[in-house]
């Protein structure tokens, strides 16, 4: 499975990163989500496919650990038989000696540099993007930014216009597929994401790749959904986002299991999110955990390192109208220090966005 042409591929651009100099670097955007990296890859390929004479590398603007979190990602590479160990990651290398052996960047799914890529803006030469132009890097002599539903989309139309050859290659088009699909929602109409290009692109691609695309589609889905291999740490910081209120730190992580079973897997979620805690230097963690049972349901795991401060908060939570219902998920392990509850949320209408302006205003008051 590793010995296919993309593979081989990526094999030499990883072994080009040391020893040559880089005319293009292909990066997507610092959330390297499905569509991001799956562009990236595979417009580093086909550029590489029609100009066989440079060097083209594909970078993952994130850690190498932070891949496996990604879990419709690991799914679709997987599918697309791709060889992890030949990625690019940003533990992989050191920025700033990579870029003075880089002419040009090509940008995919975002046309703007983040803060830590930003000082290389002058070497932005090409940009594919289906976010709204930012109007920025006049010198780029090619900018395709449309607002087709996934940025594949665009990387699928110069699969076709400039490189002919890799137009039957089946792990490219599994990987672009996969980003389409779900980007698009299964190119449901309903959805209000594809467009008639993505469509088409889609169309093309279908040919190619051996699987049918209903299946596929669920499987991604499931995929993505599905956290089965992940660890406590891992589900905290998936989805996470840290607050400052007054002079209190929060953290609220927003996961996709219920607490009875997260409880079943680690009997010491306290423990866990103690040293989350510890490691952040937060004085509060918050897990909502969102999920359908088969209606959407929400939980509430509350973690305050004060144990006074954790009974005051939870009483704020109850006069919210959150709708609290203690519960113990599996045979918990009690705290070091902090105080921890678990919760079903009877209104599940108060998300993240609900919950953290009201512990704003609740703190700094
Ligand atoms: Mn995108």
Redesign the pocket.
């Known amino acids: 499975m590793t010995g296919h042409q993309l593979n081989r591929y990526l094999i030499q651009a990883k072994a080009d990163i040391n020893n040559k100099s880089i005319d293009t670097l292909v990066m997507g955007n610092e959330a390297a989500?499905l569509?991001?990296m799956a562009s990236a890859l595979a417009y580093a390929y086909i550029l590489s496919g029609c100009s066989s004479e440079k060097v083209i590398v594909p970078l993952m603007p994130i850690i190498r650990e932070g891949f496996k979190l990604r879990t419709e990602a690991v799914y679709v590479f997987d599918q697309a038989g791709i060889d992890l160990n030949s990625l690019i990651f940003l533990d992989d290398i050191n920025l700033g000696r990579l870029m003075e052996k880089v002419t040009s960047l090509a940008l995919v799914?975002h046309n703007k540099l983040s803060a830590l890529y930003e000082p290389y803006g002058k070497k932005v030469a090409i940009i594919l993007d289906?976010h709204r132009d930012e109007g920025l890097y006049p010198q780029a002599f090619k900018k395709v930014i449309e607002p087709v539903g996934?940025?594949a989309t665009l990387v699928g139309e110069e699969l076709s216009r400039c490189c002919p050859e890799l137009a039957r290659d089946a792990h490219l088009a599994t990987l672009l597929w996969g980003a389409i699909l779900l980007?698009t929602v299964n190119l449901a109409p309903d959805a209000g994401r594809v467009t008639p290009k993505d469509e088409a692109v889609s169309e093309t691609l279908t040919a190619i790749c051996p699987l049918e695309r209903n299946s596929y589609f669920a499987a991604i889905r499931k995929a993505k959904f599905n956290t089965n291999s992940l660890g406590t740490f891992d589900l905290l910081r998936k989805d996470y986002k840290e607050f400052k209120f007054s002079s209190i730190c929060c953290g609220i992580a927003s996961t996709l299991l219920p607490l009875a079973l997260w409880g079943e897997k680690d009997p010491e979620l306290c423990l866990s999110f103690e040293t989350y805690v510890k490691q952040r230097s937060l004085d509060i963690l918050i897990s909502m955990n969102a999920y359908t049972d088969p209606e959407f349901n929400r939980d509430l795991a509350v973690y305050c390192a004060d144990p006074d401060e954790h009974e005051k908060l939870i009483g704020f939570l109850a006069e919210k109208g959150l709708d609290l219902k203690t519960i113990e998920p599996g045979n918990q392990k009690p705290c070091l220090k902090g105080r921890i509850s678990f919760h079903n949320q009877g209104n599940p209408d108060i998300s993240r966005k609900k919950l953290s302006p009201m512990l704003d205003d609740y703190f700094s008051s």
Do not use: G, W, Y
């Open positions: 989500d569509d991001s799914d289906h996934s940025c980007d």
